[in-house]
């Protein structure tokens, strides 16, 4: 059974930095697409990066130049690095893979206040 396990969702100052990690377990082979999404409260689910295994990354324009989504094939992991939060960035933040089907995490909650 696959399972995706976020880590690294926690409070934080605004200006501040964090690193988010999801690793995927119970699947032998490389997934084609992991990245990240999040949902703030009262608004729907949005994409905030992925990146494809052949090297195409998206990004959500509002975290361009502060978000970098990477990957560590070997150990089938995606992460987050969180530069300049705002507090608009609070939201839980859920882990996304897919390999023909998509599989999310149970998401970790970032919350960016002072």
């Known amino acids: 059974q696959v399972q995706l396990v976020e880590s690294g969702g926690t409070l934080v100052q605004p200006g501040g930095s964090l690193r988010l990690s999801c690793a995927a377990s119970?699947?032998?082979?490389?997934?084609?697409?992991m990245g990240w999404y999040r949902q703030a409260p009262g608004k729907e689910r949005e994409l905030v990066a992925t990146?494809?295994?052949?090297?195409?990354?998206n990004y959500l324009d509002s975290v361009k130049g502060r978000f970098t989504v990477s990957r560590d094939f070997a150990k089938n992991t995606v992460y987050l690095q969180m530069n300049s939060l705002k507090p608009e960035d609070t939201a839980v933040y859920y882990c996304?893979?897919?390999?023909?089907?998509?599989?999310w995490g149970k998401g970790t909650l970032v919350t960016v206040s002072s």
């Open positions: 996304y893979a897919a390999y023909g089907i998509g599989y």
């Open positions: 119970g699947i032998a082979v490389r997934f084609n697409t």
């Open positions: 990146r494809q295994s052949g090297g195409i990354i």
